[in-house]
């Protein structure tokens, strides 16, 4: 079944994130992700202010999301954005039945 990342994020240094952001696809697609929105206008109904981007990645599982995260090039090239450069949320949401 279809999971998504759903993920926010704040950007604190434009650099050292790119550093992150450069790498990324790369290693999603990897994983058989695909980025479905990233970056863009956005309007936040409810909730903080505090996250300036939004992005939304398509994988074929809930195990391929979880194993993209996990990898190692994943997270080496997150450790770009986790001294600071940038603050995210990252939540992984396996698609579920929809009913009427």
Not at 67 to 84: H, L, T, V
Request: aromatic share 12%.
């Amino acid at each position: 079944m279809t999971a998504f990342w759903l993920a926010r994020s704040k950007i604190n240094d434009p650099v050292a994130y790119k550093r992150y952001t450069d790498r990324v696809p790369e290693i999603i697609a990897s994983h058989g992700g695909k980025i479905r929105a990233r970056g863009g206008d956005f309007q936040i109904l409810e909730g903080p202010k505090k996250f300036e981007r939004f992005v939304v990645i398509e994988f074929p599982s809930l195990k391929a999301a979880e194993a993209c995260w996990a990898s190692d090039e994943y997270q080496e090239a997150a450790s770009n954005r986790k001294d600071g450069a940038g603050e995210v949320e990252l939540v992984i949401l396996e698609a579920g039945e929809f009913t009427k």
